[in-house]
């Protein structure tokens, strides 16, 4: 039996889509279990923060303790936004309360933990997956969050069978584009869109790393079960397949032309990519001048693009080895990113209401 965390988030939603067609039965733990029930999917009303078995009845925590095997934690506060002590309380003490309730299970076999690359923060160069400590920093307390859930994840390594996947940035399919939820990239694609994106921070050759959210869910299904291997990191993410900063700009651009021609007529100029520190005066000013159309844009990218400044490229040869073996091969990026700009564009950004500074993962 399967016990999951996070079933309605970005990975975790196309997650639980995928588990139906194994025949492992599937316990979905929600806060509000509104997932209609189908094969092999049982949602159950709880919530991580809660220490007494995760918020659960008595009847179901007997029942998932006697029978789980295998526990996927992707619940996680992914807000960018989010002060450090609210994103401690969900993504540090939720996964310790995780890890509590786990312990207690007699035949459990298997605990993939969903992070972030970005528990690198603001490292530079190549990063391994099996590297974790450092003292560079960070851009948001997100990272940092799950950067200190990753030490509490390892500190417990000797005693449960837990496996880490840190996933990149999940754009959205690669077959049909389609985007469950907008997340920070997807709303500063909007802003390039409407000219209320004049600069980014970074340079023209920082690595930009994003996934699909098909490759991202068949790699957790995968390390999570079959390909489990305990007290091992992988990186879900783009590896030698990024693209440059430039090049995203020009690809997305590109994209509006072709599925938008009309939006040739608007002139719009290709954003400046500029230093952090010039882009963190433009962030002051344009809070200072209390300017509506430039403070929504400005405040998302202020909690995230920063990360584009301190350039790195992750190493995935592990996880590679891993999915090979499997099949599981990795799509284009390019060819993802104007699916999603197709999917964005005919779909209105999906309202544009939701999530605004939400991150990438779940």
């Excluded at 298997?110 to 560079?136: F, N, P």
Aim: aromatic share 6%; charged share 20%; with cysteine.
């Amino acid at each position: 039996m399967i016990f999951l965390t996070g079933g309605t988030g970005a990975i975790g939603g196309p997650l639980v889509d995928a588990l139906t067609e194994d025949p492992t039965p599937v316990f979905l733990l929600a806060r509000e279990p509104s997932v209609a029930n189908r094969p092999r999917i049982t949602p159950i009303k709880g919530n991580i923060v809660e220490r007494n078995a995760l918020g659960m009845t008595s009847a179901y925590a007997a029942f998932v303790r006697a029978n789980v095997t295998t526990i996927i934690h992707a619940a996680a506060m992914t807000r960018f936004d989010a002060r450090l002590d609210v994103a401690r309380s969900v993504n540090v003490e939720g996964t310790r309360n995780v890890l509590e309730f786990a312990m207690t299970c007699p035949r459990l076999q298997r605990v993939c933990a969903l992070s972030t690359i970005y528990v690198a923060g603001r490292r530079t160069g190549v990063i391994g997956e099996s590297e974790l400590d450092h003292s560079c920093g960070f851009v948001n307390a997100y990272e940092q969050s799950k950067f200190e859930t990753e030490q509490l994840l390892r500190e417990r390594m000797p005693r449960l069978p837990i496996v880490v996947c840190r996933l990149s940035t999940a754009l959205g399919d690669s077959a049909d584009g389609r985007v469950r939820g907008l997340a920070a990239i997807h709303h500063a694609i909007r802003f390039l869109y409407h000219s209320l994106l004049p600069m980014i921070p970074g340079s023209p050759d920082s690595p930009v790393d994003l996934i699909s959210t098909d490759y991202a869910v068949s790699a957790v299904r995968h390390l999570a079960t079959a390909g489990f291997v305990p007290g091992r990191t992988f990186h879900i993410c783009a590896g030698d397949e990024t693209v440059s900063e430039d090049e995203l700009i020009d690809l997305v651009i590109e994209a509006f032309l072709r599925y938008r021609p009309a939006w040739r007529r608007r002139r719009i100029e290709k954003p400046a990519i500029v230093e952090l520190e010039t882009f963190e005066l433009f962030r002051q000013s344009v809070e200072a001048v209390a300017d509506q159309g430039l403070r929504a844009p400005v405040a998302v990218l202020g909690h995230f693009a920063p990360q584009l400044a301190f350039p790195k490229r992750f190493s995935d040869e592990g996880c590679r080895s891993a999915l090979r073996a499997a099949g599981i091969d990795r799509p284009s990026i390019r060819h993802t990113a104007t699916k999603v700009i197709e999917y964005l564009i005919a779909h209105n950004w999906g309202g544009v209401a939701n999530g605004i500074a939400e991150g990438a993962a779940r």
